[in-house]
């Protein structure tokens, strides 16, 4: 029996207590995240950046992604894993989102995870979320800064700075809560905001560079470790240096192989010195 949270579970610690979510790419971090407490992992897009060293998140594709999915739910079989759908397979044509989006949940999804984004042939945001949800797949909502039409925002900008786009944030997360999300991502929204919309709508929000009083916090947990080498967003708190750890230990591998101190005895294997004797002897 796993002891996942459900969503409907998800749901309820709002106004009860905060939800800490990190993103998980692969196995072995999975089978550590496992063991954490977090209330969800999210394998996201930003592994575009973080994992591929590529700059735009559209270039994911489903195929890669479902690759990274099969990973993390076979460590991570204790905590619900939510999964960014690529924007290829909902904002390109979103009448193929269901299909795409039941793709990752036979890959070991709980749920999956879309960005807002601009109406494409009449069919836009709220009916994806809704679509998704009818076939009975949990879907997580991403407002404010959405890195995969980043560029029809302005860039890589805070969101919802003027009257205008603070009250269409408002309303977006509205309209998020109504189309049948179980929860929505404020990514780069001024703590003030993100607390006013924190307080009007009944699903958890969760907060990445949008303060302290969201439902919930997420982070990139290459950030989080210290394993990103590129330019970190000033909201990402650094609690580890794990580049330190691992540059010295690699540099310990290396002065210990040119020392011939690795490998050791205990490290090798052995030979029969009868079976050596006759090897050397028929050479
Ligand atoms: O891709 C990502 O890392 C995200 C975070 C907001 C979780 O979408």
Redesign the pocket.
């Known amino acids: 029996m796993s002891d996942k949270l459900t969503v409907k579970e998800f749901i309820a610690k709002k106004n009860k207590t905060k939800l800490s979510?990190l993103?998980c790419y692969d196995y072995s971090f999975a089978c550590i995240f496992d063991k954490c407490g977090l209330d969800a992992l999210?394998v996201?897009?930003?592994?575009?950046n973080v994992v591929l060293g590529l700059e735009d998140?559209r270039k994911i594709s489903l195929r890669e992604m479902l690759n990274h999915v099969l990973a993390v739910s076979k460590g991570a079989q204790n905590t619900m894993i939510i999964v960014?759908m690529p924007y290829k397979a909902y904002q390109v044509d979103p009448s193929k989102c269901v299909d795409n989006a039941k793709k990752l949940i036979a890959a070991g999804a709980d749920a999956v995870?879309v960005?807002w984004f601009p109406k494409v042939e009449g069919k836009g945001y709220e009916y994806v979320i809704k679509k998704i949800t009818k076939a009975g797949i949990p879907v997580m909502g991403?407002i404010g800064l959405t890195?995969q039409t980043a560029k029809l925002l302005g860039g890589f900008k805070v969101q919802g700075k003027t009257v205008d786009s603070g009250i269409e944030l408002i309303e977006q997360a509205c309209r998020v809560e109504k189309a049948g999300a179980f929860g929505v991502?404020l990514?780069c929204v001024p703590a003030d905001l993100a607390k006013l919309i924190t307080e009007k709508i009944g699903i958890p929000t969760?907060g990445?560079g949008a303060g302290k009083d969201c439902d919930g916090q997420?982070?990139?947990s290459y950030d989080v470790l210290g394993i990103y080498q590129g330019k970190r967003p000033k909201f990402a708190r650094v609690y580890a240096d794990l580049s330190k750890i691992i540059k010295e230990a690699v540099g310990s591998f290396i002065d210990d192989v040119c020392d011939a101190k690795f490998p050791s005895l205990s490290e090798s294997f052995t030979i029969d010195d009868e079976v050596l004797k006759e090897i050397k002897n028929n050479i």
């Open positions: 979510l993103t999210v996201g897009d930003s592994l575009t998140t960014d995870k960005e991403h890195p991502v990514e969760i990445i997420v982070l990139v």
